[in-house]
C-alpha cells in the first residue's frame, strides 16, 4: 500500500509511521508528506528522510478548493490510503467521499470520549483514571468514524495536560503503524470494512 501523510505541525506521529515502514515486513510504504503549513517542522523532517513532500497554505482558498489540490497530489503519488497526522483542517465531503474506507486519523482520547480539542485538560477536569489514544475512520464528522485501534493511557497523581500528553504520545507513536499495516492489509478480506460501518451504525 502507498500512504499519504497529512500533516499540519510537528509530524511526530508521521515520523512513527515513517519509521515502521523501514521493517521488512511492512505491507505499506510512505509515498509522500503534505502539509497545509509549509513551515510544518514535519515537513522538513519528511524531506530529510527522502520522502516527497509537498506544502500548499490554505490561506485564501475556499475549504473544497485546497482539498482538490491536495487530492490531486495524493492521486498524482499514486497513493491508496490516507493517514491524517496532526491535520489541524477539516475536510470537505467531496475529499472525505473520495477517500472512504481508505483514510484514518489518530486522537488523543479514547473515543467517543472528548472528540475535539484539549482532550488531555478535559479528562483531568472529569476526574478519569485512564485517557488513551484512538485510530479512527475518517466520516464528515470530527473525529468521528469506526474505531480501529485504540490504546488506553493511566492517569497519574500529578499529571497535567502536557504529562499526560506527552505519554499519551508514546502510545500514540506504537498505535498508528499497527493500525494501518493492518487496515491495509485486512482490507482484502471484503467483509472486514462493511462489517466496520455495521457496527458504526448499531
Ligand atoms: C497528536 O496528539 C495527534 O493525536 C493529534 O495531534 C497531535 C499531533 O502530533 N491529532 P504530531 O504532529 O503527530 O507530533
Known sequence: ARVGVLISGRGSNMAALLYASRAAD???EIAIVIANDPDAPGLALAA???????AQSHKGLKRAEFDAIVDVRLRAAEVSHVALAGYMRLLSEGFVNGWAGRMINIH????P???GLDTHQRALD???TV???SVHLVTAELDDGPVLGQTRVAIVPGDTA???AARTLIAEHQLYPRVL???VTRERNPDYLLGLVRKHAL
Open 162 to 164: 502536557a504529562t499526560l
Open 181 to 183: 499495516a493492518e487496515l
Open 48 to 54: 530529510a528522510e527522502g520522502v516527497p513532500t509537498f
Open 26 to 28: 511492512c505491507p505499506y
Open 131 to 133: 485517557a488513551g489514544c
Open 113 to 115: 470520549r472528548y472528540k
Open 126 to 128: 472529569a476526574g478519569d
Open 108 to 111: 488523543p482520547s479514547l473515543l
